[in-house]
């Protein structure tokens, strides 16, 4: 395996931690739509006094473009933006 692979597939592996994180630990309004909680599992309106997992995973994901913050009427909630594949 070439050094761009193993980078490819490091970065992958990750990607999908961070989805997985975040739809195991958040709430899930929508399929693609995730309210925060802080680290006892209380509903949260805002990324930063959510759980400090769940902020480094959205960071991870908005930085790789697979994740933007939305608001509702619950207050901030992450948006997954994931491809249908």
């Not at 597939?9 to 399929?31: G, K, Q, T, Y």
């Not at 925060?36 to 599992?41: G, I, P, Q, R, S």
Request: charged share 30%.
């Amino acid at each position: 395996m070439k050094h761009e692979e193993i980078v490819a597939l490091a970065f992958s592996i990750a990607d999908e931690s961070m989805v997985e994180l975040i739809r195991a630990h958040a709430v899930s309004l929508e399929p693609n739509l995730f309210g925060l909680v802080d680290e006892n599992c209380h509903e949260v309106a805002a990324l930063d006094i959510a759980d400090p997992a769940i902020q480094e995973a959205f960071e991870w994901l908005s930085l790789r473009g697979m994740a933007e913050l939305a608001t509702d009427e619950r207050g901030e909630v992450i948006r997954l933006k994931l491809d249908a594949s």
